[in-house]
T-cell receptor, first 112, second 112 residues
Framework: DTAVSQTPKYLVTQMGNDKSIKCEQN?????MYWYKQDSKKFLKIMFS???????INETVPNRFSPKSPDKAHLNLHINSLELGDSAVYFC???????????FGPGTRLTVT | GENVEQHPSTLSVQEGDSAVIKCTYS??????FPWYKQELGKGPQLIID?????GEKKDQRIAVTLNKTAKHFSLHITETQPEDSAVYFC???????????FGAGTQVVVTP
């Protein structure tokens, strides 16, 4: 069974478009995260939600908006896509109060 | 904020030899140090972690050591195998919300 899943796995789109990436976890965790991995493989946190409440909001353009409809889902919506948004985006989850984070398989976003 | 440095950036070892990756962190309040393995096209996988009240932890062929005074921690892989080839990331957490600060990664290549 998949623990943390993301859709789609690949996303190719043109500059200026709006796109969403979905994440679901079936681990019963309370906290979920979005990370961005750039072309040099550097991983950086973007957002975190705990029980549907935003708790971490790094310096990310406001074109990026996370949404958590329930504690098992955390989606990422990106408006007006730019070339620099091309990266791999990872969702992760962890139990409340415990630090182990479990990552999804990633979504490779390519903006042309 | 926390800053994590990781060395080396690439490591080539002969099968059966040991591999060591070292990380340093800047925030003395950091209290949790995980190591992740990322295979090509996949998400980071937690392989071992250590908390600040422990100096060493071992799990089969992998071990992690932590020196709080010097603010550095290391990953040791013994009897390396070709399937150990991957990118390894160290990370540190300072706050209670699980904000992971990652090192830049080490590309490990195990040659038969």
């Amino acid at each position: 069974d998949t623990a943390v899943s993301q859709t789609p796995k690949y996303l190719v789109t043109q500059m200026g478009n709006d796109k969403s990436i979905k994440c679901e976890q079936n681990l019963g965790h309370d906290t979920m995260y979005w990370y961005k991995q750039d072309s040099k493989k550097f991983l950086k946190i973007m957002f975190s939600y705990n029980n549907k409440e935003l708790i971490i909001n790094e310096t990310v353009p406001n074109r990026f908006s996370p949404k958590s409809p329930d504690k098992a889902h955390l989606n990422l919506h990106i408006n007006s896509l730019e070339l620099g948004d091309s990266a791999v985006y990872f969702c992760a989850s962890s139990p409340a109060g415990i630090y182990e984070q479990y990552f999804g398989p990633g979504t490779r976003l390519t903006v042309t | 904020g926390e800053n994590v440095e990781q060395h080396p950036s690439t490591l080539s070892v002969q099968e059966g030899d040991s591999a060591v990756i070292k990380c340093t962190y800047s925030d003395s309040a950091s209290n949790y140090f995980p190591w992740y393995k990322q295979e090509l096209g996949k998400g980071p996988q937690l392989i071992i972690d250590i908390r600040s009240n422990v100096g060493e932890k071992k799990d089969q062929r992998i071990a992690v050591t932590l020196n709080k005074t010097a603010k550095h921690f290391s990953l040791h892989i013994t009897e390396t195998q070709p399937e150990d080839s991957a990118v390894y990331f160290c990370a540190a957490i300072t706050d209670s919300w699980g904000k992971l600060q990652f090192g830049a990664g080490t590309q490990v290549v195990v040659t038969p």
